[in-house]
């Protein structure tokens, strides 16, 4: 029986992943490796829609293919490659550039808001477009759902939009793809400020778990994520949301349910908590910076895994390409 197919894409943002980046999405593209028959790829095409510096691109694309294999990723049992080894993105961008209407993509929230971050004359055009480079990145899978936050849910809109017009235009060629929203469960907010979520470019130092650092420097921040002034241990996202943001950290990493962390902390202080969750935290950063490092002394085989990677994807990415070139009449 054929699994469906799921696709989804990672930049490589400098240095590590964050707690959220790691439990709202990388966590579930490794547990989805085995219902789905996944792609995953980290999209260093989406990167230079803003400066990047060549040596830094280079590594970042490394260390984020060496922390997807650290926690978890099997490329026995997924998928995974860099996008620009395929160069079938690019050309599929092109031809969805010449499906969109220009006012559609002036639409899409995503670019006003990084527009607005970049400061207008600083821009690119790539920047604009880059949402219909992530069609491309869709539809050349033939993917069924795209295991995305919330946030991106107006891009898979457009993807089926897009696919749609394409297969009225030119005939049935692409699957429209249904989006897959990760889990709000997974979502992780800044242990300074649980009112914001935690993130590369909003979060303090003492607000985000890089899963990169020293273990105890992450233990260190658990143990000082800001509370409250009560002292019952309760989910409460609205009334408490120091404690619930840490139980659900908590729930997350050990399967424990919420409601079973909170009778076991019945009657127990904050400290409590945050002791035994610093802990765990320790026991899961551990392995994973051990592992992500293996993978960085050993460049060769990371190299290869890539490679045969790449070369998965370029089968599955040249097949559907061929098939819409033939019908747009090239
Ligand atoms: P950041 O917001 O730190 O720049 P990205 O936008 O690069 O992170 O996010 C990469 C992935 O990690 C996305 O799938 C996003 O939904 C997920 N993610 C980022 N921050 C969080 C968070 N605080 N909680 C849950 N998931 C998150
Ligand atoms: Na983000």
Not at 1 to 20: E, K, M, N, W, Y
Not at 151 to 163: F, K, P, S
Not at 285 to 295: A, I, K, L, M, W
Request: with cysteine; hydrophobic share 40%.
């Amino acid at each position: 029986l054929d699994r469906p197919r799921v696709l989804s894409g990672i930049q490589p943002t400098a240095g590590s992943f964050h707690l959220g980046n790691y439990l709202g999405a990388v966590r579930q593209w490794v547990a989805l490796q085995e219902s789905h028959d996944a792609f995953y790829m980290v999209v260093d095409l989406h990167a230079i829609t803003v400066p990047q510096d060549p040596t830094a691109l280079r590594a970042n694309t490394r260390l984020a293919a060496a922390q997807l294999l650290a926690a978890g990723l099997d490329p026995e049992r997924c998928t995974l490659f860099v996008q620009s080894h395929v160069p079938e993105h690019a050309q599929l961008a092109w031809v969805m550039n010449c499906l969109t209407g220009f006012g559609e993509a002036s639409r899409m929230t995503q670019f006003k808001d990084k527009s607005a971050k970049q400061g207008a004359d600083r821009t690119s055009v790539g920047l604009f477009t880059y949402p219909i480079l992530q069609i491309a990145d869709i539809l050349l899978y033939q993917a069924n759902q795209v295991p995305v936050g919330e946030d991106q849910r107006q891009h898979i809109e457009l993807t089926r939009d897009l696919a749609e017009r394409f297969n009225g235009r030119y005939g049935d060629t692409f699957t429209v793809p249904a989006p897959y929203i990760l889990k709000e469960t997974g979502k992780v907010y800044d242990l300074q400020d649980p009112a914001v979520k935690m993130s590369k470019s909003a979060s303090s130092v003492k607000g985000i778990i890089n899963l990169l650092d020293e273990p105890k420097t992450s233990a260190k921040k658990i143990k000082s994520a800001v509370t409250d002034t009560d002292t019952v241990i309760r989910y409460d996202a609205e009334a408490k949301p120091g404690v619930s943001n840490l139980l659900t950290i908590y729930s997350t990493l050990t399967g424990e349910s919420i409601a079973d962390l909170e009778k076991k902390y019945e009657g127990k202080m904050y400290g409590a908590l945050k002791t035994d969750l610093a802990e765990i935290m320790v026991e899961f950063v551990t392995p994973f910076r051990d592992r992500t490092q293996e993978y960085l002394d050993d460049p060769e085989t990371l190299d290869s895994i890539l490679a045969k990677g790449a070369e998965k994807a370029r089968a599955v990415a040249a097949e559907t390409l061929a098939s819409a070139y033939d019908r747009i009449g090239f």
